[in-house]
């Protein structure tokens, strides 16, 4: 069994775009979508919900309202200032608090403790007997995208074994922090998608740099190359100085928008130029995994 990796160094490259259609072409898989702060590859695919599980991830401070004698030290101490007071009640506001643990060593009457908190959940679906999906919510606020996205690609491992499928289809989250790097580790092969800007390609260079630093395979993708000939050719020419093989060029195309808006991946639609370009990368992507 396979573990293939889409990633970007920067959200709105395309990278979802890619992940559908890769999940559209793939046969006996499971996709697992861990960009968990904004998942969205489920909604490409009809799927059946068949399992749910609660992610529990940070602390959050709990101030225990017969302890506490109302001195205000939390609230002055607090640099998150998520600690109100309100109708003479200090609370906790969950959305603002980091669990940073300074109200809890501050407080005289040990009113105040740290509890795990519920910070989303993840779920499997089943698509149609050949191919399964998992993703994710993470809470508003959370900080704890790394540990959920870990859950994703665990589940989906564990069903890709137990149903014997060929390939673990990631869409991975965009950046290099810790969400992006919990998508690359252990993976047999990385797409990167970039696009023709200025900060497409100096995103481009930080997430070769991650993807190089877990010495994982990897190929790139430019995505809407000709909407910037100057700049898809800089990429180009980075990339061939830098010894990174360029797995091939999506030019723009309207039925990319009009595939998202009737919720239907872009390679299921007949004479469209994106959708040849995605299925070459695609074989060759396929061929660097055999």
């Not at 990796?5 to 559209?24: C, D, E, H, Q, Y």
């Not at 695919?45 to 602390?59: P, R």
């Not at 969950?94 to 519920?118: D, F, R, S």
């Not at 994710?136 to 589940?155: F, H, I, M, Q």
């Amino acid at each position: 069994m396979k573990q293939l990796a889409i990633v970007s160094g920067k959200g709105g490259t395309g990278k979802t775009t890619l992940s559908s259609s890769f999940g559209a072409l793939l046969n006996n898989a499971v996709l697992a979508d861990c960009d968990v702060d904004a998942a969205n590859l489920n909604l490409m695919f009809n799927g059946e919900l068949k399992e749910k599980y609660d992610y529990y991830g940070g602390k959050k401070a709990i101030i225990d309202q017969n302890k506490c004698d109302k001195c205000g030290i939390c609230k002055n101490i607090c640099r998150f200032e998520a600690i109100t007071f309100e109708n003479g009640i200090y609370d906790v506001d969950p959305y603002a608090c980091e669990g940073c643990n300074a109200c809890v060593i501050a407080c005289p009457q040990n009113a105040i403790k740290l509890e795990t908190a519920l910070s989303g959940e993840y779920y499997y679906s089943s698509l149609n007997d050949e191919k399964d999906i998992v993703h994710a919510n993470l809470n508003p606020g959370e900080e704890t995208s790394g540990g959920l996205v870990a859950e994703v690609r665990k589940l989906a491992m564990n069903k890709a074994q137990e149903k014997n499928k060929d390939i673990v289809l990631i869409d991975g989250a965009p950046g290099i922090g810790c969400p992006a790097t919990s998508s690359i580790t252990a993976t047999d092969y990385v797409v990167i998608v970039t696009e023709p800007t200025t900060s497409g390609l100096h995103d481009l260079k930080r997430i070769i740099e991650t993807v190089r630093h877990f010495r994982r395979d990897f190929g790139v993708v430019i995505n809407k190359y000709d909407l910037n000939s100057v700049v898809s050719k800089e990429i180009i020419n980075y990339c061939i100085s830098d010894g990174i093989e360029v797995l091939g060029e999506i030019p723009f195309d309207e039925t990319v928008e009009k595939s998202n808006l009737e919720i239907n991946p872009v390679v299921n639609y007949e004479n469209s130029p994106a959708a040849k370009a995605i299925k070459d990368i695609f074989n060759k992507v396929m061929q660097k995994l055999k």
